[in-house]
């Protein structure tokens, strides 16, 4: 079955630059959400995404921001990045409000 | 305090032991998930319960929403069990997932 996938799977970037993390849904879910999960840290909530328009906002920086596109993929920007950026991002989809599945994780390294 | 605790944090068995890992909460959910992340990041969802208890294979999760506790059991442990679970619960009328802070479990052959 297909699952949630997420490019790329490792990135890293430069104090100040800027990234994209992209998010393709499962087939079929209209919901996508966006977590943060710092070394050693909890996944933080950052945005969700319901029929391309956002639904709820969790601790996302003024800095990020994410859309939704018509088909349902999800983009995550983040400018002027600091060194406290490097994290697992992941990306989760779900049919509404329905169980919540995983992508595999961007891994953001900012040097 | 965490709206969110699990017991306990780190957990070590043998293959074939019985486990159970406990999971609290202190705010309103809608549903409450159980996921397992492996070593290398990805997060893997379990169960998603919002009552009474679910299994699947070797895996039985119960919620008591009276009591805002659940519990995941894994029967018959296995070297491959070996993972972070971690407990999230769906605040409710939102789409916010709360996380525990995981529970680091080992098992030996």
């Known amino acids: 079955a297909a699952g949630v996938i997420q490019s790329p799977r490792h990135l890293i970037k430069e104090k100040r630059e800027t990234a994209t993390l992209k998010c393709y849904p499962i087939p079929r879910h209209d919901t996508v959400y966006w977590y943060q999960q710092g070394p050693g840290q909890d996944p933080q909530f950052l945005i969700s995404f319901y029929e391309k328009m956002q639904s709820d906002k969790g601790s996302i920086p003024d800095r990020f921001s994410a859309q939704q596109f018509s088909d349902y993929h999800s983009e995550l920007n983040m400018s002027s990045l600091e060194l406290g950026d490097s994290a697992l991002y992941f990306c989760?989809?779900?049919?509404?409000?329905?169980?919540?599945?995983f992508g595999p994780g961007t891994r953001l390294t900012v040097l | 305090k965490n709206e969110v605790e699990q017991s306990p944090q780190n957990l070590t068995a043998q293959e074939g032991e019985f486990i159970t890992i406990n999971c609290s909460y202190s705010v309103g959910i809608s549903a409450l998930h159980w996921l397992q992340q492996h070593p290398g990041g990805g997060i893997v969802s379990l169960f998603m319960?919002?009552?009474g208890k679910k299994k699947h294979g070797r895996l039985i999760a119960t919620i008591n929403i009276q009591e805002k506790h659940s519990s995941l059991h894994i029967t018959a442990s296995h070297p491959r069990d070996s993972a972070v679970y971690i407990c999230a619960v769906l605040l409710i009328a939102t789409d916010k997932l709360i996380f525990g802070t995981g529970t680091r479990l080992q098992v030996f052959p």
């Open positions: 989760a989809s779900s049919s509404g409000l329905a169980e919540q599945f």
């Open positions: 319960l919002s009552s």
